[in-house]
């Protein structure tokens, strides 16, 4: 614990960790997450962005990911600590408007893919998940460096339980691509995702 974070937890101040992951998926069987994702950004919309809805979607996201881990091919994450909650939701929104703009990560409500109807358009081989998360104490499992298989997975697991202790205060889910049809090859890999970390 930094003497800045003493501090503030000596003087009472509360704590809040803003967090973002992201998740490389490639194989010709990702298909399927896609179908996850968009049914649970449907279902946010839907729920005008309610926290808890969010955060069931959030849990159903890791879960699926954690099922997924054969095709997990590279990971960054970043955050910060801060003591004040207006800087920590300008620090979110700073990820969330950066989340948005990344390549081919606009996200179209009305695309509806089944995860098992037969796809006829191309499905990408490469599938970027991130997932920003503001949240209230600590969580050792994603202050930590995610660029590491174990360490990925205990900070999904970790999403998963800040969401049933009702610590999350803000959640955001975006992938690349995001339309159906959209491919995302290596090269826009580098390009765009510079905070992957080979697996």
Not at 3 to 31: M, P, Q, Y
Not at 32 to 38: A, I, R, T
Not at 97 to 110: F, G, K, L, V, W
Not at 162 to 189: M, V
Request: proline fraction near 4%; charge should be negative; aromatic fraction near 8%.
């Amino acid at each position: 614990m930094s003497l800045r974070d003493r501090f503030s937890k000596f003087s009472g101040k509360t704590r809040f960790v803003v967090s973002r992951v992201f998740i490389h998926l490639a194989g010709d069987e990702i298909a399927p997450m896609l179908g996850v994702l968009n049914r649970v950004v449907r279902e946010a919309i839907d729920a005008d962005g309610d926290l808890e809805v969010l955060g069931e979607g959030l849990v159903s996201v890791c879960q699926n990911l954690l099922q997924m881990s054969t095709y997990w091919q590279s990971a960054g994450n970043e955050g910060d600590v801060v003591w004040d909650e207006g800087e920590a939701g300008d620090y979110v929104n700073e990820l969330f408007t950066d989340s948005a703009q990344r390549y081919m990560s606009e996200i179209d409500p009305t695309q509806d893919i089944g995860s098992d109807e037969p796809l006829s358009l191309p499905v990408t081989r490469n599938l970027v998940i991130m997932l920003a998360v503001a949240f209230e104490g600590e969580s050792p499992d994603l202050e930590n460096n995610l660029a590491d298989m174990e360490a990925l997975e205990y900070g999904l697991k970790a999403l998963i339980n800040l969401h049933y202790q009702e610590k999350l205060r803000a959640i955001q889910i975006h992938f690349s691509p995001a339309k159906l049809g959209d491919e995302l090859n290596g090269e826009q890999l580098l390009l765009n995702f510079p905070e992957l970390i080979p697996l």
